[in-house]
């Protein structure tokens, strides 16, 4: 923050997704040092007009915490639009899967160098940055080897320095079977626990580490072992679940006291009881659903009606989700699952925080955190979400720094 001393940005609508304060607040933020240091209502006192301040006043341009996305998979090398065919003749994502599917993005991210998937994931954390998007947790899970899966980890942990978002890391191992592997389960789990993740705790290269329990992939009991022995070694958990047949892994999750469930298409009541009561977090992925062509989302009304913590990703992946744009996540969590915009705004903000245990630093626009603000080119949550299928997001600040503006990056 060159030549001043602080940033003051006035609206007649900041949605501050902190509950101290009305939905949208008609007044001021300041921050100082990269941090939120003042939210109060109304007009801006004279004071704030100093020489060494920079005032910002937008009108009744709504104003928004950072986005954060929780469910990503940044790092993977290859891409997958020679499936598209097979989608539109009417293949599933499993019968895909076994054809290909996973194991090919496995093969393009193996053959990678650090230097480029540090590239072709940078390139991935602007765009998502141009969205809002200024927190993003990260997965590895394309390499699935010891090798590959400490390379993609690395490449998040020097995204999380160089670039302006922030990155979080998740070990996600048990994504697939490695090719080499197919016919032993076991052994990978067993490999994974005592080859691999030693390492990168010792290293601190992920804080969380996740499963995908599916039929097909990891059952519940292979799920239950692989996450006891996980939790013990100090990882924060977080499971893919019930993402295509109600198979018990949202119970599972909340029963492991996990940080969050994810997917969640499939849930059965049972699954959402318990996901409310151990307070885990629901992270719903529409737009793989709509990118699946399944026929039928995650029930996030009843989720929400029943006390459930609902978080909103993106899920960028190559094989489901290849989007870096949290704002089709939220287009389809209201016309696909029939969320109010207001919903749909703390999904992505305060509740995707603490999807990924970030909600002391981010998430909100409250006194203490990080200046993480949007601008944004309408009036309220309703017209955010009511003119689909284009970029809102006039700016981005990053700790109180200009990161992104009208679509384009301009950090340093
Ligand atoms: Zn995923």
Request: with cysteine.
């Amino acid at each position: 923050m060159e030549n001043r001393e602080k940033l003051v940005i006035r609206s007649r609508a900041i949605f501050t997704a902190d509950e101290k304060y009305p939905t949208l607040l008609d007044g001021y933020i300041v921050i100082d040092d990269g941090k939120i240091t003042k939210i109060e209502s109304g007009d801006l006192p004279q004071t704030s007009f100093a020489p060494e301040n920079e005032v910002l006043d937008v009108g009744e341009d709504l104003v928004l915490p950072g986005f954060v996305d929780p469910h990503t998979h940044l790092v993977h090398g290859g891409s997958r639009e020679l499936e598209l065919d097979m989608k539109l003749a009417g293949k599933s994502y499993m019968e895909i899967h076994e054809i290909g599917g996973i194991r090919s993005t496995v093969q393009a991210t193996r053959s990678m160098n650090e230097e480029e998937l540090y590239n072709k994931a940078k390139a991935s954390l602007d765009r998502m940055l141009t969205f809002g998007t200024t927190t993003v947790e990260a997965k590895s899970g394309y390499g699935l080897d010891k090798e590959t899966e400490i390379r993609c980890l690395e490449v998040g942990q020097r995204l999380n320095r160089e670039h302006p978002a922030d990155v979080v890391g998740t070990y996600m191992g048990a994504h697939a079977l490695p090719p080499e592997s197919t016919a032993n389960t076991k052994g990978y789990v067993e490999f994974m626990l005592t080859e691999v993740m030693p390492e990168i705790k010792e290293r601190k290269l992920a804080e969380f580490c996740d499963i995908f329990c599916e039929e097909g992939i990891f059952d519940i009991e292979t799920s239950r072992y692989y996450m006891q022995k996980a939790k013990e070694m100090g990882f924060l958990l977080k499971a893919h679940a019930d993402e295509i047949v109600p198979l018990g892994g949202a119970e599972l999750a909340a029963e492991m006291g996990a940080v969050s469930a994810e997917h969640l298409m499939a849930i059965s009541d049972r699954g959402i009881e318990m996901l409310a009561e151990s307070g885990t977090v629901a992270v719903l992925l529409p737009a793989t659903t709509f990118f699946l062509m399944a026929d039928k989302y995650a029930p996030a009304r009843k989720m929400l009606a029943a006390g459930v913590k609902v978080a909103l990703a993106t899920d960028y992946n190559p094989g489901s989700s290849p989007t870096e744009n949290i704002q089709v996540a939220m287009s389809h969590a209201c016309f696909g699952m029939g969320m109010q915009p207001e919903d749909i705004l703390h999904a992505v903000t305060i509740n995707a925080a603490h999807a990924i245990k970030r909600e002391r630093t981010a998430g909100s626009i409250s006194i203490g955190k990080n200046a993480d603000i949007l601008i944004t080119d309408v009036k309220s949550p309703a017209e955010l979400i009511y003119r689909f299928g284009v970029n809102h997001i006039v700016r981005v600040y990053k700790r109180g720094r200009l990161a992104a503006e009208q679509g384009r990056v301009c950090y340093e």
